[in-house]
C-alpha cells in the first residue's frame, strides 16, 4: 500500500483508543467524515454509544468498543470483538489519554506523575502491540500516537512566562517579564485582608491558518477598569492590558494549542491590592500580572444541554454591592451553592434577585439568556455581571435578524421559553435542557436532553467560528497576532 493509499481515508478502518477524550474524540470525527470507519475504544463506553451516534447522525460509520487499556485481559479481549467487527485495520490512533488524570499539576508528587504516565504509556504499548501484529501479517497499516494532555481550566499548569506592572508613587512602571510561578507579597497586603482584588478570563486561539488570535481584549481592558474603580484600585489603562496580554501569548506561543483539537490558551490577567494596608483603606501599591495556560475543550462529550438547580437558600451577590464587578469575592460567595448543587447531580446553581427572589440573575458564574419568538431575552440587573461573551451573542442574534432585550426576567417565563442556555467565557454557551426548583418542585424544561436548539447552535457555531477563524470577523473582534 502506497503513502497516498494509505491517507486517503475513504474506505479504511480506524481504531481510535482513548476516544472519550477531547482529541481521541476530534480524531474518530474527523476520520469518519472523511470516509473512514471508525471504531471508538475507551473504558466508558456510555460515552462511546453516545459519540457513535453522533457520528452515524452525520453519515458516519462508527462502532464503539469498550476497552481499558490498564488491563491487558480487557485490552486482548477487545482486539478479539474487533476481529469478528472488521475486516483489516489500516489505521490505530494510540491516544495515550493524560487528559484524565488529575489536572491539578502542582499538587502531584513525582511518583504520582511516574505512576500515571507508567500506566497509561504500558496501556498504549499494549493496544499499539496488538494492532501491530494484526497489520504486520496483513502487511499494511499506520499507528499514529498522541497523548491527551489538554484538560479543562480546573487546576494550574506551568507555562514559560508572566507578565507584570506594579503601580508605585503614584504611577505604573513598565511591564516585566517574568519566569516565576510566585510573587513577593507583604502580609498586609490589602488584597489578603479587604478584598482589593479582580481578574479577567480571555482566550486565545489558533486558527485553520495557523495564526493565533485573541478575542475582543479591549473588552476586558475596560472592565477591569470598572472593576478596579469599583474598589478604590489603581486602573490599569487599556494600552498596559493590551499590550502585556499580548507579549504573553505571544512569549508562550509554544502552549497554544493546536486548530482542530478544541483547545484553546486561557489567559488570566489579575490586579491585586499588593500594598500594606491594616485598616479598611485602599492601598498604595498595586500589582497588575499576566499568565496563560493551555486548556481542553469544555464539552469533553460533545455540545449537549445540562440541568440546572434553582437556589433559593443562596446569594450571589446584593443589589448595590459588587455583583456587577469581577472581583474575587462573588466567585467566593457562589461556591458552597455551586458543590451543592453538583452533589444534586446539577451542572449549576440558576441564582435569583437577593432582594425578592422574583427575578433570575446568574446561572453561576455566567449570564442567562432565553430564546422566544424570534427574540434573544438576557436579564438586566445591577447584580449581574456583563458578560462579553452575551454582550456578543446579542450582536450575533441582531445579525440574524432577531430582537434583543435585556430587561428583568421573572422566574416564571421561563415557561415561555423555547430555548435556554449560559454564556460565558469557559463554555462560550452551555445549553439548558432543565431548570428544576426544589423548593415549589416545578421543573422548566427546553427541548430535549441530548440536542441543543437551533437557535443556541447557530449562536454557538457562529461565535466560536469567528474565534477561530473558520467564519469571517465583520464585527473586528478578533485580532490576530503576529
Known amino acids: 500500500m502506497s503513502s497516498e493509499q494509505l491517507f486517503s481515508l475513504q474506505g479504511k478502518t480506524a481504531l481510535i483508543s482513548g476516544a472519550s477524550s477531547g482529541l481521541g474524540e476530534h480524531f474518530a470525527r474527523v476520520m469518519a467524515s472523511a470516509g473512514a470507519t471508525v471504531v471508538v475504544a475507551a473504558r466508558r463506553f456510555d460515552k ?13 460509520s462508527a462502532h464503539a468498543l469498550e476497552m481499558d487499556v490498564t488491563l491487558p485481559e480487557s485490552v486482548n479481549q477487545a482486539f478479539e470483538k474487533l476481529d469478528g467487527m472488521i475486516g483489516n485495520l489500516d489505521i490505530l490512533v494510540n491516544n495515550a489519554g493524560l487528559s484524565s488524570t488529575p489536572t491539578k499539576f502542582l499538587d502531584m508528587e513525582e511518583d504520582m506523575w511516574g505512576y500515571l504516565l507508567d500506566v497509561n504509556l504500558k496501556g498504549a504499548w499494549r493496544v499499539g502491540r496488538q494492532a501491530g501484529l494484526r497489520m504486520k501479517n496483513q502487511g499494511f497499516g499506520a499507528i ?14 506551568k507555562t514559560d512566562y508572566n507578565i507584570r506592572c506594579v503601580f508605585r508613587d503614584g504611577k505604573w512602571g513598565d511591564l516585566e517579564v517574568s519566569t516565576e510561578q510566585t510573587i513577593p507579597l507583604h502580609i498586609g497586603a490589602t488584597c489578603l485582608h479587604y478584598g482589593q482584588q479582580s481578574f479577567e478570563g480571555l482566550k486565545a486561539y489558533t486558527g485553520a491558518d495557523g495564526r493565533i488570535r485573541i478575542f475582543r481584549h479591549e473588552e476586558n481592558a475596560k472592565r477591569m477598569i470598572g472593576s478596579a474603580r469599583g474598589i478604590l484600585m489603581a486602573e490599569v489603562p487599556e494600552s498596559i492590558f493590551m499590550e502585556a496580554v499580548e507579549k504573553a501569548v505571544l512569549m508562550n506561543k509554544r502552549f497554544v494549542p493546536p486548530y482542530g483539537t478544541g483547545a484553546t490558551l486561557y489567559i488570566r490577567p489579575l490586579l491585586i491590592g499588593s500594598g500594606a494596608q491594616v485598616g479598611v483603606r485602599p492601598a498604595e501599591e498595586y500589582t497588575f500580572l499576566v499568565f496563560v495556560m493551555p486548556v481542553g475543550p469544555y464539552f469533553k462529550s460533545g455540545f449537549k444541554p445540562v440541568n440546572m438547580m434553582v437556589c433559593r437558600d443562596h446569594d450571589r451577590a446584593a443589589p448595590q454591592g459588587t455583583g456587577h464587578l469581577k472581583v474575587g469575592g462573588n466567585y467566593a460567595a457562589s461556591m458552597s451553592s455551586l458543590a451543592y448543587a453538583q452533589q444534586q447531580g446539577y451542572a449549576s446553581t440558576m441564582y435569583l434577585d437577593a432582594k ?5 440573575d446568574e446561572c453561576g458564574p455566567a449570564n442567562f439568556f432565553g430564546i422566544k419568538d424570534n427574540t434573544y431575552v438576557t436579564p438586566k440587573s445591577q447584580s449581574i455581571l456583563p458578560s462579553i461573551t452575551n454582550k456578543s451573542l446579542q450582536a450575533l442574534a441582531k445579525s440574524m435578524g432577531m430582537k434583543v432585550e435585556e430587561r428583568p426576567v421573572l422566574l ?34 427546553f427541548g430535549d436532553a441530548s440536542t441543543p436548539g437551533p437557535v443556541t447552535s447557530k449562536l454557538y457555531e457562529t461565535l466560536t467560528g469567528i474565534q477561530n477563524g473558520d467564519i469571517e470577523d465583520t464585527f473586528g473582534w478578533t485580532k490576530i497576532l503576529d
Open 412 to 445: 416564571e417565563e421561563l415557561n415561555e421559553f423555547e430555548e435556554a442556555g449560559a454564556c460565558g467565557t469557559a463554555a462560550v454557551i452551555t445549553p439548558v435542557h432543565k431548570v428544576v426548583d426544589p423548593e415549589t418542585g416545578t421543573t422548566y424544561s
Open 356 to 360: 425578592e427572589k422574583k427575578y433570575i
Open 48 to 60: 462511546l454509544t453516545e459519540l457513535v451516534k453522533e457520528i452515524e447522525a452525520e453519515g458516519g
Open 144 to 157: 499514529i500516537n498522541t497523548a491527551s494532555m489538554y484538560s479543562h481550566c480546573t487546576g494550574i499548569m
